[in-house]
């Protein structure tokens, strides 16, 4: 299995200890132990239904999409988790003669696995990256796998695990001309929902991989607007010991005192304009193509440098 290695094991260990003092876990732990990976599994089978249809649709399209690219289609997957939308993709662009090579990016080694063997088993030319896409650097060597024009999927709403006002332009910076972005975000289309049980088990794992149990405290699900931008809205995830407990992060103890609280994950929601506009305004991309999910959960963009 063909994998490189930007972000270790050993600097994740460190990270989420760190993390674990300072009471605020990002994205990337979400992904990391076997029971957090088990959890988004059971939470994304759910989603990938109501993307189904807009991954059949786009797939149908790969083929013309990259016909500017001559013969090779660099595939580079941002956060390519598992890689069932990307190989649904590479599947299109295989069968229409295309000759593919496929970068998942990831930075859970689970996950990683899984795509680079998912490709493998279709015959794929795949090489993973480790690494971490929040970094700037990271980014850069990953897009660098392959000279321009590549293809680069950033879906699942996986922009919305970061700040995206931040996070859109990091990655519209290795976008060049000639390139294609394909990325999509989840909508918020009415009122906020009551959690669902594979959401909270899902935020609840890289604590209960830490030894938290779950009557050890309480988590909550809060959703606020970002001022920095009408349409934007952030979901915030926080655990609240109820006792003082001792999380285990490898070796180390961490203490956390009880009514202390902890930030775990969040998520951004978008309406359709805000979207738009951090594409384009914000991060100076050109929008040519765009779909909808049929429960119109899901916008899904196809981003050129502009
Ligand atoms: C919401 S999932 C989407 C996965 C996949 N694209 C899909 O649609 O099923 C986000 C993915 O980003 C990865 N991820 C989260 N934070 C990351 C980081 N800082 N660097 C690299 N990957 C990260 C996770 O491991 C996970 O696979």
Redesign the pocket.
Known sequence: MNIEVL?TEAEIAQEFAESLEARDL???F???TPMSVRR?KEL?ER??ES?KATWESLAAKAADLTKPFGGKVPLI??????????RVFLRALAAAGRDVKYFP????QT??ETAVAGAEDDDIEVLGIK?????HM?LVLASDVSEAPRLF??????L???DPMDQIKQVADVIQKGDILVI?ARLRDGAPLPPRVEQQRFVFAPLEAAGVSPDDGQVEFMENRDDRLDGLYMVTRRFQAARDLRLQAGAKEVPMARGERILLNFRYLYTAEAFRWLLTEHAGLRVVGEMSSPDGRFITAVCIRA
């Not at 997957?77 to 990307?86: M, P, T, V, Y």
């Not at 990016?105 to 859970?108: I, L, Q």
């Not at 999927?153 to 996986?158: D, E, K, P, Q, R």
Request: negative net charge; glycine residues 14%; proline residues 2%.
């Open positions: 972000l990002p994205e990337k979400f992904y990391w988004w994304s989603s990938e993307l997957s941002l956060g390519a988790g598992e890689g069932l939308k990307d990016v990831d930075a859970s996950l990683l690494a971490d896409i929040a970094s990271h999927l950033m879906v699942g709403n996986t919305g695990g970061f999509d």
